[in-house]
């Protein structure tokens, strides 16, 4: 575990881009949107079900898809966003003065690209909200509308040079299985079934912007969506606080009395914290061992039993037991899928 990154390693259940696959796949023949899964090692069909999926997965479908289907937004969205959209929003914001003309700026422009929806700023005592209002009877895409609210959160960050914190998220749809990989993707507390899709901002954390080069530009676009797609917080959430140190940890330490000292909570807080997350500390820790595993079967040829004993098992037949129940599938049918 000590050769794991800082910042903990996370996977999404396929389902969280069922959507988003769903899109690409009508606006390619079959040959070509198999090629895209392929060259994205992605399967071509879900079939193993609790399949996982990597963040270099989705980024590398994300870079592909948006060049080769001429539609930065692969389909999400009833008009297709042509080319060198992004890079004409960036050059735009980068200009604010401040986050909040930088988020008034990103409403104005997704305004003249968007038909079926449309952003308004609404100005409340202690936040700013990024409100995307529907303009037909269209059906919510609801990774179209994660991924467009990402990326108000993403390009914020970019411009502050620091993650930005967020008050709260709400999604106009209803609250789907895969709940749990919305806490990856946003710092701040989700909610469903809201009138409308939002994001809210602290306006005490709106401050001026940092200047940005036409090269800090430039490595944004190359890099994307992998700049901020995914939130870079150890802190935004108790849970992915408890992950980051579970994750800096031996699994001889990883147990709840030592993280909660190492919080600086004691274990009936941290408990109750979770809880309000909705999760527990088990279900943290089982996570991170399934996203670990998952990688190490992803990459090396590292066998079966030593990822076993790198995850804290005692016995390999424990982790093939667990990692069905994670998976539904076993570590040797997962490893031989990718």
């Known amino acids: 575990m000590a050769n794991e990154p800082t910042i903990p390693f996370s996977t999404v259940s396929r389902d969280l881009i069922q959507d988003w696959l769903e899109a690409l796949r009508s606006l390619c023949n079959e040959d070509h949107y198999t090629s895209l899964l392929e060259r994205s090692d992605l399967p071509r069909h879900g079939g193993v079900s609790r399949q996982r999926v990597t963040l270099d997965q989705i980024v590398r479908l994300y870079q592909l898809a948006a060049v080769e289907t001429g539609d ?31 988020l008034y700026r990103f409403s104005t ?26 303009k037909t009877n269209a059906t919510v895409q609801r990774f179209g509308h994660l991924l467009i609210l990402k990326l108000a959160h993403g390009i914020l960050s970019w411009l502050a040079r620091h ?27 989700v909610t469903f079934d809201a009138s409308a899709t939002s994001i809210h901002f602290f306006k ?8 940005r080069s036409t090269e800090d530009l430039d490595r944004f676009l190359e ?26 940890s031996s699994w ?39 996203d670990i595993a998952i990688r190490r079967l992803q990459v090396g040829e590292v066998s079966i039993e030593a990822i076993a004993l790198d995850v804290g098992f ?10 069905h129940r994670w998976t539904g599938t076993t570590p040797s049918t997962y490893r031989r899928r990718y």
């Not at 003249?112 to 409100?131: G, H, K, M, N, P």
């Not at 005490?204 to 200047?211: E, I, K, N, R």
């Not at 005692?314 to 990692?323: G, M, Q, T, V």
Request: hydrophobic content about 45%; overall charge negative; aromatic content about 10%.
């Open 223 to 248: 890099n994307a969506p992998h700049d901020w797609i995914f939130t870079r917080s150890q802190e935004h959430t108790q849970s992915l606080r408890v992950r980051a140190y579970l994750n800096q």
């Open 252 to 290: 001889e330490d990883a147990h709840l009395a030592g993280t909660a000292q190492a919080l600086n909570m004691t274990p009936r807080t941290i408990i109750r914290k979770l809880e309000a997350d909705g999760t527990s500390f088990r279900t943290i820790k089982d996570a991170l061992r399934r």
């Open 109 to 134: 422009f997704w305004n003249l690209l968007l038909d079926d929806y449309q952003f308004e700023l609404v100005d409340a005592d202690d936040t700013i909200s990024l409100r995307l209002e529907a």
């Open 204 to 211: 005490a954390v709106l401050g001026p912007v940092s200047t």
């Open 163 to 189: 993650e930005v914190v967020l008050e709260h998220v709400d999604f106009a749809f209803a609250c789907p299985p895969f709940e749990e990989d919305y806490a990856v993707i946003f710092p701040a507390p």
């Open 314 to 323: 005692s016995s390999a037949a424990s982790f093939h037991k667990a990692f």
């Open 72 to 102: 930065e937004m692969m389909g999400l969205w009833s008009r297709p966003i042509r080319p060198r959209a992004l890079q004409h929003l960036l050059t735009s914001v980068r200009e604010s003065t401040s986050l909040s003309s930088a």
